[in-house]
């Protein structure tokens, strides 16, 4: 057997490229990462690696069984065999077993909701309000009108209506200044005094009160607004009661529940008890004369779904796992990127080869012909070739390889105009080498420095393109598991946190790990280790 020979310079440069440790162990992460992305059937798939039912072996995951050879149904359709292996006729034969993969999820399974282990729990929101009333004064500060105000001030009468300012409250000093300004027309800005006490006791209410912007007009106005807020205890914010089925006594860490009434605590079991069948409307409670607006808030399944026990990266909008998708979108993504790569490779070499070989007026017209044909606005054929044949892989393949190879045939261009005159080259010709032996077993392998620098950042530069492809609708069909599919969902829901940060990290990492491995290829190649600019 004959054994693989690496001349000394391979080996200097596969040795320099080993030190760089960044660049040596990113090759290794991203090749475990693919060759696992590859048998990608065994980590996530929802058909069994191995089923024995009635003493007979199978390999779902290998190939395909109709239901009919379990249930006897006569349909010939693709079987459900986690419903199959729920069945009492499954477990009726001891010997019956089933192998599921790690990950028991496929990348086009819709997930079925009754599965997902939710809490069955009400949570009852209770949300503080804080008083808010308006007092209209005139330039003498008497109240002229006033909404909802009687509840700030304890007073004989009904309304503060006809009583000065000064009689109610002590006007605080800037609130005063800010009633002359606007009285005198004179631009003021919005003006906010907080924690005020409206009567002689220290624990009496306290609010806040505050004077809109104003800007001149061309008369004086006859009334100013005031509004007073109510300030409300810093132990009263947000609470959450959490009501579990069949039971009465909620968690609360607020301690709101023991300050309610035995009434208004009946009436919320019974909201409660609705609400785990239907839904409830908002509605008020009044608990230490604080009023609290009250929501009852029970999770329901609806896609996409948030990251939960077995679904450790979320459900996206089709109720598909996004854990597998981001498995599968990382084989999808390698190996579009990889056959890409090779093709635009061979084009390249081959191309910029022989212009670079023969120069002259062959190279001028080949060059040209290339800066036309880069011209054409790659996003319009792909568009089109895609309206005509359909989307598929092979396509889009075709379609980015035809224009992937200009770069990479322009580097070996240059190559070849610059070793096609060198000595070595000269003697084969002399030696009467045909032009093919001249361009592939003399030239070629002292201008494949460029090819291999090149070829890493080639790859996140396929993988990018391929994720913004699907992102903007042009990529890969429907229901093919892509990394920019997954992206494009969180564009349609904004909330959806996981469907662009478990999708970007993994691009993130992959790109990340190629420029890795591509910076150390350039530094492996390049004869000088340091450069200092002078």
């Not at 190279?363 to 089109?384: G, H, K, N, T």
């Not at 005509?388 to 892989?393: A, W």
């Not at 030696?431 to 030239?443: M, P, S």
């Not at 946190?497 to 691009?507: E, K, S």
Request: glycine share 8%; aromatic share 12%.
């Amino acid at each position: 057997m004959k054994r693989l020979y690496f001349n000394p310079l391979t080996r200097k440069r596969l040795r320099r490229f080993r030190s760089m440790r960044r660049a040596w162990w990113s090759l290794w992460i991203l090749s475990a990462l693919y060759i696992l992305s590859l048998g990608a059937e065994l980590i996530c798939n929802n058909r069994p690696l191995y089923l024995r039912f009635e003493d007979r072996h199978y390999f779902p995951f290998l190939r395909f069984y109709p239901e009919n050879t379990f249930t006897g149904s006569g349909r010939m359709t693709r079987p459900n065999y986690k419903q199959i292996a729920n069945t009492p006729e499954f477990h009726a034969n001891p010997d019956n077993r089933v192998v599921f993969a790690p990950i028991p999820h496929g990348p086009n399974e819709t997930i079925d909701p009754d599965s997902l282990d939710i809490p069955d729990t009400v949570s009852v929101i209770m949300a503080p309000m804080p008083r808010v009333a308006t007092l209209s004064v005139d330039a003498d500060g008497i109240v002229q009108r006033e909404v909802a105000a009687d509840a700030f001030f304890e007073l004989d009468r009904a309304s503060p209506v006809g009583l000065a300012l000064d009689d109610l409250f002590t006007v605080p000093s800037n609130i005063a200044i800010g009633l002359e300004q606007r009285f005198a027309n004179r631009t003021a800005q919005p003006l906010i005094t907080s924690e005020i006490t409206l009567s002689d006791d220290p624990d009496g209410m306290r609010v806040d009160l505050s004077l809109p912007s104003y800007t001149p007009r061309d008369r004086v106005p006859a009334l100013i607004r005031i509004t007073l807020r109510e300030t409300l205890p810093p132990d009263r914010t947000r609470s959450v009661l959490t009501f579990h089925r069949d039971q009465d006594e909620p968690e609360d860490r607020s301690n709101l529940w023991q300050r309610m009434e035995p009434g208004q605590r009946e009436r919320m079991r019974a909201d409660v008890r609705r609400r785990f069948e239907a839904s409830v409307g908002s509605n008020t409670f009044v608990i230490d004369g604080i009023r609290h607006r009250v929501d009852y808030d029970k999770e329901e399944v609806r896609w996409p779904y948030r990251p939960i026990r077995g679904h450790w990266m979320g459900i996206d909008g089709a109720g598909r796992d996004v854990l597998a998708r981001v498995i599968y979108g990382m084989r999808t993504s390698m190996t579009f990127g990889l056959l890409l790569v090779g093709v635009s490779v061979m084009l390249g070499i081959v191309i910029g080869a022989i212009q670079g070989y023969f120069g002259g007026r062959f190279d001028l017209l080949a060059q040209r012909s290339i800066e036309i044909w880069s011209a054409i606005p790659f996003l319009y054929v792909m568009i089109l070739l895609g309206s005509l044949f359909g989307r598929s892989f092979g396509l889009l393949l075709f379609c980015y390889g035809l224009f992937n190879w200009i770069g990479i045939s322009y580097y070996m261009r240059a190559e070849f105009l610059r070793l096609r005159r060198r000595p070595f080259v000269e003697a084969a010709r002399g030696l009467g080498l045909t032009h093919r032996a001249l361009i592939f077993r003399h030239i070629l392998p002292n201008a494949m420095v460029p090819v291999v620098t090149f070829t890493p950042f080639a790859l996140v530069g396929a993988i990018n393109a391929l994720a913004a492809l699907d992102f903007l609708g042009f990529g890969l069909p429907p229901p093919t598991a892509s990394w920019g599919e997954l992206i494009q969902q969180a564009q349609q829901y904004g909330w959806v946190w996981w469907l662009i940060f478990y999708p970007g990290l993994a691009l993130f990492v992959v790109m990340l790990l190629g420029v890795f491995i591509g910076e150390g290829a350039r530094n492996a190649f390049d004869p000088v280790p340091y450069q200092k600019l002078q």
